[in-house]
């Protein structure tokens, strides 16, 4: 009876913690659907602000070819960049079960991930800077879970600064040798206080 009661207490303890585990995931995809949403209105707007443009000038027929170039150009310049953050969206949504590790530089790490906030840094008047080693070095990883954990951290970097009077955040990079084994660290600071010592314990709960 006894074994009954604490099996019982351990199938509810399993639950609930699956259910918040859902709950958190549901609350990650809600804070990257709206932090998309923005990467991508900024670009629709430059879009339909050059196609405006366009059409203003043809409405008073003095659309001129080196005009008519530059507008095009710059739709064809967002509409790549949107193409992007769609691109590096898909990536972001495949499942990690089994997924092989593959040879990726620093840079198109990087890359990747600055393609969904980087507008969001201009938004938030947020300064960005590197320090990047080695970054051309190609290493062995699972390219889409490193990039889903700099997003995380960008962000919550972002929104612990964003009441600060100065904003700005770094990413480093350096080799390591770890167990005789060449290792690529890559360091996220910003300009906030840091997380408090009683919080740190709980950081991955």
């Not at 639950?15 to 990257?32: F, H, L, P, S, T």
């Not at 990467?39 to 080196?66: C, F, H, M, T």
């Not at 300009?191 to 919080?199: E, L, R, Y």
Request: aromatic share 4%; glycine share 4%.
């Amino acid at each position: 009876r006894q074994f009954n009661i604490i099996s019982h207490a351990h199938a509810q303890l399993s639950e609930q913690k699956v259910k918040a585990a859902q709950a958190n995931r549901m609350a990650a995809i809600g804070e990257m659907a709206s932090g998309i949403a923005h990467e991508i209105n900024n670009p629709l707007a430059i879009i339909r602000g050059a196609a405006e443009s366009i059409e203003i000038k043809l409405q008073k027929e003095s659309l001129d070819e080196e005009f008519l170039l530059k507008n095009t150009q710059r739709i064809i310049s967002v509409a790549d960049r949107i193409k992007k953050i769609i691109s590096g969206l898909k990536t972001f949504s495949y499942g990690h079960d089994g997924m092989p590790f593959e040879k990726k530089t620093l840079k198109e790490l990087l890359d990747g991930t600055l393609d969904l906030c980087q507008e969001k840094f201009k938004s938030k008047q947020v300064a960005f800077h590197t320090d990047l080693l080695d970054q051309d070095v190609a290493f062995d990883c699972q390219s889409v879970q490193i990039n889903q954990v700099l997003l995380n951290l960008l962000n919550n970097s972002i929104d612990a600064i964003d009441s600060l009077p100065e904003k700005w955040i770094r990413v480093s990079s350096r080799i390591i040798l770890e167990r005789g084994t060449q290792m690529m660290e890559i360091k996220i600071s910003d300009s906030g206080a840091g997380i408090p010592q009683h919080i740190q314990a709980k950081i991955f709960d």
